[in-house]
């Protein structure tokens, strides 16, 4: 069964449209600031969505476009600038960043209650992503369960878990989300041995590479859930994820798509901490 991202965004959306209404009756508009560094499509796909959304819900989307010759100097004094800017709620980096930038001096940079990305260690959030993953198996299990009493904790810890890859804005952040919620997953990464086996003993695969073909049809128990994080464009420029649907849409039990899977779902949890950081930092506290 496909699992339908932008449908469960959607939900999200008219959530969130009820609060950037109450925060415009005092004349408080959510404003998300963006930095985007050259044309990666995949970043760049993201950060059209997050602006189309986020302006759709209400709020405002100011996009920060630098070549990819730009300096850590200059972002750095651009942090400093949003920081202290009262009208800016949240600072996104898009990641990835070219080599030559200092990727953790700019983390740490950014003040921790605007960090609505979660990367400084001292933001009171969580990443974006992670949270996605989380949201959709949710919804997978409100599916399978129906009416039964379990929790979707219990039924998440009593599940056979395997994360490929542990990169740090894919693999790695979804990792350390899952072992707070007490599961500990086996992660597969390049030096792992029999990485197959490992895939064909779990429920739940979290495919987080952005390689093509990295979960086969053969590597798939029968029914497990599949949730495709990773994302590359193919050979004809079309977005695409870690495995083939149309190969393992018999064999599993639940898969994303790409795209419109957990893109859509990430998007919408960045804009949930969006309207959070906006709250807390206007005193509108719940």
Known sequence: MIIDGTKIASNIYKDLQNKVGKLAEKNIVPHLAVILVGENPASVAYVTLKQKKGEAIGAKITLLR????????????????????????????QRPLPPQIDVEKLELATSPE?????????????????????????EIYKIK????????????????IVVLGKGPTGGGPIIKLLNKLGVNPTIIDSKTANPKDLMLSADIIVAS?????????????????????????????????????????????FYTPTPGGVGPVNVAMLMVNLLTATETQTNMLK
């Open 209 to 253: 590479t952005g390689r093509e073909n990295m979960v086969t049809p053969d590597a798939i128990k029968k029914g497990a859930i599949l949730v495709g994080v990773g994302i590359l464009r193919g050979t004809a420029g079309k977005l695409k994820g870690d495995y083939d649907e149309e190969k393992i849409k018999d064999v599993a039990g």
């Open 145 to 160: 369960t129906l009416d039964t009493p379990d929790t979707f904790r219990t039924w998440l810890a009593s599940q056979v």
């Open 114 to 138: 605007k960090d609505i990305d979660g990367f400084h260690p001292d933001s009171p959030y969580t990443l974006p992503l992670p949270l996605a993953v989380v949201k959709i198996l949710e």
């Open 66 to 93: 630098y070549d990819t010759s730009v300096a850590t100097a200059e972002l750095l004094k651009k942090l400093v600038e949003l920081n202290n800017d009262p009208t800016v709620h949240g600072i996104l980096i």
